[in-house]
Protein backbone atom coordinates (compact mmCIF):
# COMPACT_ATOMS: atom_id res chain seq x y z
CA UNK A 1 0.00 0.00 0.00
CA UNK A 2 1.70 3.33 -0.86
CA UNK A 3 1.59 6.48 0.93
CA UNK A 4 -1.26 8.82 2.02
CA UNK A 5 -0.87 12.64 1.42
CA UNK A 6 -2.09 15.02 4.16
CA UNK A 7 -2.24 18.72 4.19
CA UNK A 8 -0.75 20.32 7.28
CA UNK A 9 -3.05 22.71 9.27
CA UNK A 10 -1.93 24.98 12.13
CA UNK A 11 -2.71 27.92 14.06
CA UNK A 12 -0.26 31.12 13.63
CA UNK A 13 -0.60 32.15 17.07
CA UNK A 14 -0.07 29.28 18.52
CA UNK A 15 2.83 28.63 21.33
CA UNK A 16 2.85 24.73 20.80
CA UNK A 17 5.85 23.59 19.01
CA UNK A 18 3.87 21.96 16.40
CA UNK A 19 1.10 25.00 15.92
CA UNK A 20 -1.41 22.61 17.02
CA UNK A 21 -0.69 20.90 14.05
CA UNK A 22 -4.05 19.39 12.51
CA UNK A 23 -3.51 17.16 9.42
CA UNK A 24 -6.43 16.68 6.86
CA UNK A 25 -6.16 12.82 4.40
CA UNK A 26 -6.68 14.10 0.63
CA UNK A 27 -9.09 12.07 -1.63
CA UNK A 28 -12.24 9.93 -0.12
CA UNK A 29 -13.33 9.56 3.61
CA UNK A 30 -14.35 6.67 4.65
CA UNK A 31 -16.05 7.37 8.37
CA UNK A 32 -17.39 10.34 6.39
CA UNK A 33 -19.04 8.03 3.46
CA UNK A 34 -20.19 5.67 6.61
CA UNK A 35 -21.57 8.09 9.59
CA UNK A 36 -21.62 11.35 7.80
CA UNK A 37 -23.67 13.41 10.40
CA UNK A 38 -21.53 11.68 13.42
CA UNK A 39 -18.01 12.36 11.67
CA UNK A 40 -18.90 15.75 11.22
CA UNK A 41 -19.64 15.93 15.05
CA UNK A 42 -16.48 14.50 15.48
CA UNK A 43 -14.83 16.97 14.13
CA UNK A 44 -16.86 19.74 15.69
CA UNK A 45 -18.68 20.98 12.35
CA UNK A 46 -22.02 21.66 14.08
CA UNK A 47 -23.43 23.15 10.73
CA UNK A 48 -22.28 20.74 8.53
CA UNK A 49 -23.79 17.80 10.65
CA UNK A 50 -26.94 19.86 10.53
CA UNK A 51 -26.94 20.44 6.55
CA UNK A 52 -26.18 16.29 5.93
CA UNK A 53 -29.55 15.54 8.06
CA UNK A 54 -31.46 17.81 6.32
CA UNK A 55 -30.12 16.72 3.04
CA UNK A 56 -30.71 13.31 3.25
CA UNK A 57 -34.16 13.65 4.83
CA UNK A 58 -34.54 15.66 1.87
CA UNK A 59 -33.17 12.89 -0.47
CA UNK A 60 -36.00 9.81 1.45
CA UNK A 61 -38.57 12.53 0.80
CA UNK A 62 -37.68 13.05 -3.17
CA UNK A 63 -37.60 9.09 -3.11
CA UNK A 64 -40.71 8.65 -1.46
CA UNK A 65 -42.69 11.13 -3.34
CA UNK A 66 -41.24 9.96 -6.86
CA UNK A 67 -42.87 6.67 -5.63
CA UNK A 68 -38.70 4.53 -5.96
CA UNK A 69 -38.56 1.46 -5.68
CA UNK A 70 -36.27 0.12 -2.45
CA UNK A 71 -33.22 -0.33 -5.03
CA UNK A 72 -33.88 3.39 -6.28
CA UNK A 73 -34.09 4.55 -3.06
CA UNK A 74 -30.94 3.14 -1.88
CA UNK A 75 -29.53 3.82 -5.03
CA UNK A 76 -30.11 7.81 -4.40
CA UNK A 77 -29.28 7.32 -0.64
CA UNK A 78 -25.72 5.58 -2.10
CA UNK A 79 -25.01 8.73 -3.92
CA UNK A 80 -25.51 10.98 -1.59
CA UNK A 81 -22.86 8.72 0.32
CA UNK A 82 -20.37 8.71 -2.07
CA UNK A 83 -20.95 12.47 -2.29
CA UNK A 84 -20.05 13.06 0.92
CA UNK A 85 -17.48 10.62 0.87
CA UNK A 86 -15.40 12.35 -2.01
CA UNK A 87 -16.31 16.11 -0.72
CA UNK A 88 -15.77 15.88 3.44
CA UNK A 89 -11.89 16.35 3.99
CA UNK A 90 -13.00 19.47 1.55
CA UNK A 91 -15.61 20.73 4.09
CA UNK A 92 -12.88 19.83 6.68
CA UNK A 93 -10.03 22.84 5.25
CA UNK A 94 -12.73 25.11 4.79
CA UNK A 95 -13.75 24.83 8.72
CA UNK A 96 -10.59 24.78 9.46
CA UNK A 97 -9.67 28.16 7.47
CA UNK A 98 -12.52 29.73 8.96
CA UNK A 99 -11.24 29.20 12.53
CA UNK A 100 -7.65 30.70 11.77
CA UNK A 101 -5.97 27.75 11.14
CA UNK A 102 -3.31 27.94 7.76
CA UNK A 103 -2.58 25.37 5.30
CA UNK A 104 1.03 25.10 6.08
CA UNK A 105 1.98 22.64 2.87
CA UNK A 106 1.63 19.04 2.10
CA UNK A 107 3.19 15.99 3.81
CA UNK A 108 3.19 12.38 2.92
CA UNK A 109 3.36 8.76 5.10
CA UNK A 110 2.02 5.79 5.00
CA UNK A 111 -0.42 6.52 7.75
CA UNK A 112 -1.05 9.38 9.89
CA UNK A 113 1.36 8.13 12.22
CA UNK A 114 4.02 8.58 9.85
CA UNK A 115 2.87 11.85 8.24
CA UNK A 116 3.27 13.56 11.66
CA UNK A 117 7.01 12.35 12.46
CA UNK A 118 8.01 13.49 9.17
CA UNK A 119 6.01 16.67 9.78
CA UNK A 120 7.24 17.13 13.27
CA UNK A 121 11.04 16.05 11.98
CA UNK A 122 10.73 19.51 9.43
CA UNK A 123 10.18 17.60 6.43
CA UNK A 124 7.87 19.09 4.89
Not at 37 to 58: D, E, F, K, Q, Y
Not at 83 to 108: C, K, P
Request: positive net charge; glycine residues 12%.
Amino acid sequence: MGEKLYTVHTRAWSGAADGDATFVKEGFCWPAFFFGPLWALWHGMWRTAIVLLVLSAVVSGLAIGASLTDAGEFALSGVLQVAIGLWANDWRRRVLARRDFFERGAVAGRRLRDAEMRYLRGAV
